[in-house]
Every structure is written in structure tokens, then in C-alpha cells.
């Protein structure tokens, strides 16, 4: 039933003459699906009845979470970093040359762009900063790449490059720009282009047949519409089970949803686009074997290093797990309080409570389920029922015995631009249907009111469906940490 605080008023009842058509949830999703649909979604929300679609909850419960286009596919663009440094692509020195730059004599460099132009400072990227060099002519088209004339900058004429830093792979980047008296020329300034990307909705649809000998017992239900009314009306417990399968099976798709090529009998596409674990194959995805502290602090460095300041609350970031993941994060806490002397304050963790067998029962026992990071932020468990479900995930770790699925770790950072959410439901506009095909019985009783029947069966079919799709703005802020199967 619904949880405390919720607005949403529930009990049980019979299905009897007195339920009309009018209060029939089903009639009302008909007639205003636009009032309707996003209550049916928080009276089936884990909130409420049913705890397997967290992630759908809680998108469909914050500002931005959902977002409505007019077509089934999207764009959108992404502004990448200002600068990168420039990468080696082969060395154009002469194999003579060991020590290139000593006694300020010039030396070449070929460079993968032309971004840079003559009094610009750069470096290899070394701690130190003693190779700065200063380009003293070029870039000059060489090939697949760009070369340029470089003179180190240093007052000591026995200085010189390393060769190792002029072969391919090596990264080098610009500093600053020099000038002198009279100058006629400044330094470059790079712009970086938008990166542009696209996604697409996937169509879903789900049936099911109720006979007239089907169970009667109905839920009253009173929930409020878009508007703030509240209404009351009642729906059948077939009704709830399909809705919640409906439900998991949206949850499913956000996560698992795959894009792909395939067609129907009738020779069309299915509409199919991808999931969250698709999207993020190209984000921050490791492997692991045994979760610690280290590695968390470690990866989640990897994912806000130079994007995100030190101590903002930005750095705040969700995990998705399973019971197990949950269990071995618990596992990981406690291990780095032991090993760091952390001495508990046993009144924090235990409980007085009621015993037969004692006066003075005790109970002990503590679960943790958040991690503040260093250097500020923090890192929020939330269990993920799709990671535990063993109809669909039957690969155990031979080793640990231990469901391999249940150990991923998915961290979702849900903090976008603007206040508004980084990942989103997207829907089609006006892409939701729900309709009943009554034959001489429907979802309001027998059809006796000389209504045509749309078929001769003692029996009505409910369909639903939706146009939508899972949209991550900046994966780069998300990821997975994976167990791997020994």
C-alpha cells in the first residue's frame, strides 16, 4: 500500500453494480491519459507498491527528469575541452641527432594538428618544466601530420632534449606565448569545436487477456491528477499486476536496451534504441576483484579529475548495485576503518529491544551506505532489483559463487546544467496508448448496455504502449566498475 506521507489514498473493495464506467481508472487513463498517465506511474513507483524501478522513480520524481520531442530520434552537442595537448607522430630528427636543442640550435617536431604558430611555449608534458621549447617557425604540412621548428628555452647552452620525448605516442602542449620589443606576431588560441551526438527511442508495447470468470476484486484508489484534483476511482488487481510488469519491463529496457537492425514479419524495423549499460561502454568502465576503499577513491579520481573543482558539491554520484555489491561495499568500509585503527562507538551500533528472554536485550548491527570522498563529495548506494534478478542474470563467479551481475557497480551523476537532471527519460510526444477490446464482457462488467462488441468472446484485452528512450547528456561523468569473472 502506499507509504506514509504519500497523497495517494488506497483500499480494497468488491466489484459491484454501484462502480460505474466514470470511476474506472482505465476510463479516466482513456479519456485524460495527458492527467492520468504520470499518477499511474507514481502509484506503481517504488514508493508506493512495488521497489524494482528506482531508477524510473526517481527520474520521474525530479526537475528535468523527462523531457517530450516531436520525432523518435535526437541530437544534441556536447562542447569538449579548449586545448589538448598535440601527440608525436614520428621523429623527424635525423638518427644523428642524440642531443636535439643543445647549444640552442633548432630542431624539428611533427605534431598531429597546426593549432600552433610561431611564439607559442610548449612542452612534452613532464613534471618538470625544463624542455619548454619556443616555435620558431612552421607548422608546415608534412604527410598525416604537421611539423614545427622548435629552439629550446633555457640559459644553459649544454642543455638538450631527450630523444624519447620526440618519438611517437609522446604528448606535447602548449603553456603560454612569448613576446619581445617590437613584436610583431602573438600567439595562437584554440577553440574547440562541439561534439555532436544521437539517440533514439525505442516502441514498447504489452497485451493481456481477462476472461469473464476472472478474478473480481478491485483497489479504490484516490491519487492526484496533473492538475492537483484528486481522483477517485477503482482498478481491478489484474489491472496492478499488469502495470507493474509493465513497469519492471520499462525499468529493464532503461538499463539493458540494446540498439540494432532487426525487422518485423511485416518487413519494418523494430524501433529500438540503447540502454544505460550500452551508452556508458564508452565511459569510465573498469574491471575489479576485489572491492576496496582504494579503488573507489582511486576510480572516482579518474572520473572528476580536472572536471570538477575539489570540495563542490558537484561531486556528489549515485551507485546502482545489487545485494551483493551492496554487501561488499559494506565489506570495504569496514575493512579501511579496522586497518586505520577506527575505534566504533558501540551506542551508534546497537539497538535496545524487546526479548523474551532478557530484560536487557541488546541488538548489534550497522550496514553503510554512503561514502564522502576525498577531496569533498560523496558516493550514494542505491540497490538495483535488475542486478539481483536470477531469471535473467544466471552467470555466477565459479570461484566465489557469487552472481556476477549483482557485483556491477554503475555510478550514475545525475547533476546537469542549469539544476537540471544529467540522465532523462525521453518520450515521444503524444506517444503513450492505453485501450481495452471489450467483447460481451469488459473491464467495467458484462457488456449489457448495447454496446458493439469489438468480438464475440466472453473476454477483454487491455494494450499499452510508449514511445521513449533513456538520454545520458555527458557520459563522461558516469560509469561501471565490473566484477570480473575469475
Known amino acids: 500500500m502506499a507509504t506514509a506521507g504519500s497523497r495517494l489514498i488506497t483500499r480494497e473493495g468488491e466489484f459491484h ?53 516531436g520525432g523518435t530520434e535526437w541530437e544534441w552537442e556536447m562542447k569538449s575541452a579548449d586545448t589538448r595537448p598535440l601527440v608525436v607522430l614520428e621523429n623527424v630528427e635525423p638518427d644523428s641527432n642524440t642531443t636535439p636543442g643543445k647549444f640552442k640550435r633548432k630542431f624539428k617536431i611533427k605534431l598531429d594538428e597546426n593549432w600552433y604558430k610561431t611564439t607559442d611555449v610548449i612542452s612534452p608534458g613532464t613534471s618538470a618544466k625544463k624542455y619548454n621549447c619556443v616555435i620558431v617557425d612552421g607548422p608546415v604540412r608534412h604527410g598525416d601530420g604537421y611539423v614545427y621548428t622548435l629552439q629550446l628555452v633555457t640559459t644553459n647552452d649544454l642543455d638538450f632534449v631527450p630523444v624519447k620525448l620526440l618519438k611517437p605516442g609522446q604528448h606535447w602542449g602548449k603553456g603560454y606565448s612569448i613576446s619581445g620589443e617590437a613584436a610583431e606576431k602573438g600567439g595562437s588560441t584554440q577553440f574547440s569545436m562541439p561534439i555532436a551526438f544521437r539517440n533514439k527511442l525505442s516502441k514498447f508495447r504489452k497485451e493481456y487477456r481477462i476472461t469473464d470468470y476472472a478474478s473480481t476484486e478491485v483497489l479504490r484508489v484516490a491519487l492526484p491528477d496533473s492538475n492537483g484534483n484528486i481522483q477517485k476511482s477503482w482498478i481491478r488487481y489484474a489491472d496492478i499486476e499488469f502495470m507493474k510488469q509493465w513497469r519492471e519491463e520499462l525499468e529493464y529496457a532503461r538499463w539493458y536496451a540494446t540498439s540494432g537492425d532487426v525487422y518485423q514479419d511485416n518487413g519494418r524495423p523494430y524501433q529500438t534504441g540503447p540502454g544505460i549499460q550500452e551508452q556508458l561502454a564508452d565511459s569510465h568502465v573498469e574491471y575489479y576483484n576485489k572491492l576496496s576503499i582504494p579503488l573507489l577513491d582511486q576510480y572516482l579520481m579518474d572520473i572528476f579529475y580536472g572536471r570538477v573543482a575539489p570540495g563542490k558539491n558537484g561531486r556528489n554520484i549515485t551507485a546502482f548495485t545489487g545485494e551483493y555489491g551492496m554487501a561488499e561495499f559494506h565489506k570495504a568500509v569496514s575493512d579501511i576503518m579496522t586497518k586505520r585503527g577506527l575505534i566504533r562507538n558501540i551506542e551508534v551500533f546497537t539497538d535496545k529491544v524487546g526479548s523474551e528472554y532478557n530484560n536487557n536485550a541488546m541488538a548489534f548491527g550497522m550496514q553503510f551506505v554512503q561514502y564522502n570522498l576525498t577531496n569533498g563529495g560523496s558516493l550514494k548506494l542505491i540497490h538495483n532489483p535488475m542486478y539481483d534478478n536470477r531469471a535473467l542474470h544466471t552467470e555466477v563467479d565459479p570461484i566465489s559463487g557469487k552472481p556476477v551481475e549483482s557485483m556491477r557497480f554503475t555510478f550514475l551523476d545525475f547533476a546537469g546544467e542549469a539544476g537540471k537532471s544529467n540522465i532523462k527519460i525521453t518520450k515521444k510526444e503524444g506517444g503513450e496508448f492505453f485501450s481495452y477490446i471489450c467483447g460481451n464482457y469488459g473491464p467495467y462488467g458484462p457488456n449489457n448496455k448495447n454496446m458493439n462488441p469489438a468480438h464475440a468472446g466472453d473476454y477483454y484485452e487491455m494494450h499499452i504502449g510508449t514511445h521513449e528512450g533513456i538520454h545520458i547528456e555527458d557520459v563522461t561523468k558516469c560509469g561501471e566498475l565490473i566484477y570480473a569473472v575469475n
Not at 454501484?18 to 504520470?38: S, V, W, Y
Open 17 to 69: 453494480a454501484n462502480l460505474t464506467e466514470r470511476e474506472h481508472l482505465g476510463r479516466a487513463l482513456m479519456i485524460a491519459p495527458h492527467k492520468m498517465m504520470g499518477q499511474m506511474n507514481k502509484l506503481f513507483s517504488a514508493q508506493n507498491y512495488y521497489s524494482n524501478n528506482p531508477l524510473s522513480s526517481m527520474l520521474e520524481g525530479i526537475k528535468g527528469g523527462e523531457i517530450t520531442i
